[in-house]
T-cell receptor, first 115, second 116 residues
Framework: AQSVTQLGSHVSVSEGALVLLRCNYS??????LFWYVQYPNQGLQLLLK??????LVKGINGFEAEFKKSETSFHLTKPSAHMSDAAEYFC?????????????FGSGTRLLVRP | GAVVSQHPSWVICKSGTSVKIECRSL??????MFWYRQFPKQSLMLMAT?????????EQGVEKDKFLINHASLTLSTLTVTSAHPEDSSFYIC????????????FGDGTRLSIL
């Protein structure tokens, strides 16, 4: 069964610093990969996705992620953190072989941005 | 585009009450909608997958009679928590996806359910 691991339940960075949020999946067949952001008491907003093609994916708000098959990873980065980036980030996968298109979510990483 | 509206955003009610939550795709037709439950500071747990015009598919451990799902049209799915009890208190989130090819899920803003 698919699973997703997000290392670090909390990540704290200074404003202007690099943001790196880690995500690894466990599947012999690379799944569809997603990053979502959740602000307090809100639903999830799609940041970016990887389905096929170029392995470096650019998303909204300056975020990007790189699919690395050899490392079974899909880490999320942003060169310079803003205070507004403070939120919960979820990595999610969907099995390409599953026609239900269900998402399996990681446990989430809370990003804290220090002034 | 791809806006999903969820209503109500917050519900407080007495134990034993049934509560209905609506999920609407406002600018696209959603052949599939999903219902999730999220406990405080935890990830989303899929409860069920809802396809328009057919019965919902529930995940293991989710009580079908407790959480009634109806997906009567391509833009509306409802979740009814029947005879709600305090342990049903949670944050419920729906999502919807377009039917063609692989498209990501788009999420509503969630419903905070508090049972007294």
């Amino acid at each position: 069964a698919q699973s997703v691991t997000q290392l670090g339940s909390h990540v704290s960075v200074s404003e202007g610093a690099l943001v790196l949020l880690r995500c690894n999946y466990s599947s012999s067949v690379p799944p569809y990969l997603f990053w979502y952001v959740q602000y307090p008491n809100q639903g999830l907003q799609l940041l970016l996705k990887y389905t096929t093609g170029a392995t470096l994916v650019k998303g909204i708000n300056g975020f990007e992620a790189e699919f690395k098959k050899s490392e079974t990873s899909f880490h999320l980065t942003k060169p310079s953190a803003h205070m507004s980036d403070a939120a919960e980030y979820f990595c999610a996968v969907s099995d390409r072989r599953d026609s239900s298109y269900k998402l399996i979510f990681g446990s989430g990483t809370r990003l804290l941005v220090r002034p | 585009g791809a806006v999903v509206s969820q209503h109500p955003s917050w519900v407080i009610c007495k134990s034993g009450t049934s509560v209905k939550i609506e999920c609407r795709s406002l600018d696209f037709q959603a052949t599939t909608m999903f219902w999730y439950r999220q406990f405080p500071k935890q990830s989303l747990m899929l409860m069920a997958t809802s396809n328009e015009g057919s019965k919902a598919t529930y995940e293991q451990g989710v009580e079908k009679d407790k959480f009634l799902i109806n997906h009567a049209s391509l833009t509306l799915s409802t979740l009814t928590v029947t005879s709600a009890h305090p342990e049903d208190s949670s944050f419920y989130i729906c999502s919807a996806r377009l039917g063609q090819g692989y498209q990501p899920q788009h999420f509503g803003d969630g419903t905070r359910l508090s049972i007294l």
